[in-house]
């Protein structure tokens, strides 16, 4: 099953994409799928269109950009006011997790640079970048009490963010994708521009090489849950849109076709997973937080017979010459993966077997998704019976108020009390000038006699040989 993304235009209506993307899918998908729908303007109008979506057409979980300024990105008074909303709603918050405001500065100071290929679209996403907004995004998900996933999440301070929220109780899901758990961001420094451009993604991928078994680690120890792939690829002339220039470079990467292999490689095969744990990552995770478990993710009566007969001690080498995506390049090229998928059934029929597709246009089906999905919601909802805000029950106060822009008076008495008036400029600092503290007058060493010079102690071992006057 696939889970793809609606992302409509700004302003464009939620559900008019809705419609357009089913268009494009129902005559064509060749296995079972559902859709997250991005927000990438706010308005009473997709308020409303949130709630239809969530109650009409089977979608649970809708994504935000925190990046993308101009086109996608939300600011945090958006993303404050859709949460409140995915929340009121029962369904799933997932955030791109980048600051598009820092990363256009970056790329108008590389740009001038005259830093314009691929490594310039590393340099204007340092990570941390991606772990502020992941930060950012966790704290106002927290404040308004609303499960959040962090979709492709791609260094360790991003990661780290998300395993530390998670041990304090924060309801936040974590997803590293295929690509960076599989390579790293050092293609971006390769002096063949095409080979640097087709790993271009957003976030980046990260050039310490390290980065990919951090995050297995992490994968492996439930800091982060489970795996995705973000899968969107460019041909060559597509990337070459920005030969020029690195921001016109389209963003996106393969990962859907090689992901089953790729994480049974760095995580099984290398000691970092066992089998449950590669099939929890891989599948029943997912379809527990998106709320399709046990129809998905499970193998038992009642459920859909979607089957991988898997042979964990057959290999293969991923190659763009054998796969079966309509894109001319592979980041994962010449990997050789231990871990091969040997039969494929889907919905009770066979796909894929002896390296041979058998698969029907249109024969998938859109799954719907219902709301407020257990794996999510359990804690959240206790927590809105247990967290309420606490008001203290006082008397009113009805002694004076001071009013902006008074001096108490010379004489010392209080003035009568007055009304605030609530045009005046609160004070923003003291006047000094109006100080009533002062060091004119008599002092209390006023009848110590001065000395007309005091003359300096010498030092051990030195002499001194001048005072001061």
């Not at 995004?137 to 492709?152: E, G, K, R, S």
């Not at 909802?381 to 822009?405: E, F, H, S």
Request: with cysteine.
């Amino acid at each position: 099953m696939i889970i793809d993304h609606c992302i409509p235009q700004k302003n464009q209506s939620l559900l008019e994409a809705y419609d357009q993307w089913r268009g494009w899918a129902d005559p064509k998908v060749c296995c079972d799928y559902s859709m997250h729908v991005a927000i990438t303007w706010w308005s009473d109008q997709v308020k409303e269109e949130v709630e239809t979506i969530c109650k009409e057409k089977g979608v649970n979980s809708f994504k935000m950009f925190l990046a993308y300024k101009g086109i996608f990105q939300l600011n945090d008074t958006e993303l404050y006011k859709a949460m409140t909303c995915l929340k009121e709603n029962g369904a799933l918050a997932l955030v791109h997790a980048e600051n598009g405001d820092i990363i256009d500065e970056n790329c108008k100071k590389l740009m001038d640079l005259g830093i314009t290929g691929p490594e310039g679209h590393l340099q204007s996403r340092p990570e941390e970048i991606e772990a502020e907004a992941t930060q950012r995004a966790i704290v106002i998900a927290n404040q308004v009490n609303c499960p959040l996933y962090v979709v492709h999440v791609m260094s360790k301070s991003a990661a780290d963010c998300i395993s530390v929220a998670r041990k304090e109780g924060k309801v936040v899901f974590g997803e590293p994708i295929a690509a960076g758990l599989g390579t790293d961001g050092t293609h971006y420094f390769n002096n063949d521009w095409c080979h640097a451009a087709a790993h271009v993604m957003g976030p980046p991928l990260r050039p310490d090489p390290t980065t990919p078994g951090y995050l297995m680690d992490l994968l492996a120890n439930n800091d982060l849950q489970l795996t995705g792939t973000d899968n969107c690829t460019f041909t060559k002339d597509q990337k070459a849109m920005g030969k020029d220039n690195f921001t016109k470079i389209p963003n996106g990467v393969n990962g859907v076709e090689d992901r089953m292999s790729v994480i049974w490689e760095k995580g099984v095969h290398s000691g970092k997973l066992d089998p449950c744990r590669f099939v929890a990552v891989t599948s029943t995770n997912a379809a527990k937080i998106f709320n399709f478990y046990p129809r998905k993710g499970v193998i038992q009566v009642g459920s859909d017979a979607d089957i991988v007969i898997w042979d964990p001690e057959a290999t293969r080498k991923i190659s763009k010459e054998t796969h079966h995506q309509k894109v001319d390049f592979n980041i994962f090229e010449d990997m050789v993966c231990h871990g091969v998928p040997i039969t494929t059934i889907s919905n009770g029929r066979v796909v894929w077997d002896d390296e041979q597709l058998h698969v029907t246009q249109g024969a998938g089906r859109f799954i719907a998704r219902s709301l407020h999905a257990p794996e999510a919601y359990s804690r959240v909802l206790v927590r809105d019976k247990v967290n309420q805000p606490i008001r203290v029950p006082r008397d009113g106060y009805d002694g004076p108020v001071w009013k902006a822009g008074t001096q108490p008076p010379k004489d010392g008495k209080r003035p009568p009390p007055m009304a605030m008036d609530p045009d005046a400029p609160l004070p923003t600092r003291r006047d000094l000038h109006a100080s009533g503290f002062s060091l004119s007058g008599s002092q209390i060493d006023d009848r110590v006699k001065h000395k007309a010079s005091h003359k300096v102690l010498a030092p051990p071992g030195g002499k001194s040989s001048f005072s001061f006057s």
